[in-house]
T-cell receptor
């Protein structure tokens, strides 16, 4: 019940395309859903986050869509750029600790 | 910009040896965490720490692990007798307030290799 399931495991997108990463959870006690971006050799860094009382949040080219009834949320990266190539983790918090998804390795081809 | 720092960046040790991983959280943060990431796998929660006490720990955080805040700045993770399966990246994180929409800031990690 503490799991967060993420897909796909890897994603290749052409420059300018839309990258979509999906996550699903089971624990209704989760109260915050962040997305983290990780570059090789670095720690995860917060990209964007959403609370469960909001259905969508947009920051620049990054949008989170949240479906509370389906217990699913997704990250959309519009106009994907080669600099977006990284590993993306969805996560959910329960009492402060982060429960991470498996990660998606995104590669944006020029 | 304040950041979480970790030392060393890479630690190689023999199985059965003790290791101490060090972290300096952001100065005004009050909640501290350790996570680990086995190569190619997801980031996993190990332990949270507040007010000089463990707040929560995962099943991974067994008796071989301990955490300490020995002074006002450092936060350490000790593995008493390392096993091969302890090889992983270990990330320290800190936040000002736990829970809700409070960002956890991660350090760059320590790569632990157990031979």
């Amino acid at each position: 019940q503490q799991q967060v399931k993420q897909s796909p495991q890897s994603l290749i997108v052409q420059k300018g395309g839309i990258s979509i990463i999906n996550c699903a959870y089971e624990n209704t006690a989760f109260d915050y859903f962040p997305w983290y971006q990780q570059f090789p050799g670095k720690g995860p860094a917060l990209l964007i986050a959403i609370r469960p009382d909001v259905s969508e949040k947009k920051e620049g080219r990054f949008t989170i869509s949240f479906n509370k009834s389906a217990k699913q949320f997704s990250l959309h990266i519009m106009d994907s750029q080669p600099g977006d190539s990284a590993t993306y983790f969805c996560a959910a918090t329960s009492r402060g600790k982060l429960i991470f998804g498996q990660g998606t390795e995104l590669s944006v081809k020029p | 910009e304040p950041e979480v720092t970790q030392t060393p960046s890479h630690q190689v040790t023999q199985m059965g040896q003790e290791v101490i991983l060090r972290c300096v959280p952001i100065s005004n943060h009050l909640y501290f965490y350790w996570y680990r990431q086995i190569l190619g796998q997801k980031v996993e929660f190990l332990v949270s720490f507040y007010n000089n006490e463990i707040s929560e720990k995962s099943e991974i955080f067994d008796d071989q692990f301990s955490v300490e805040r020995p002074d006002g700045s450092n936060f350490t993770l000790k593995i008493r007798s390392t096993k091969l399966e302890d090889s992983a990246m270990y990330f320290c994180a800190s936040t000002q307030i736990a829970g809700g929409n409070n960002e956890q800031f991660f350090g760059p990690g320590t790569r632990l290799t157990v031979l």
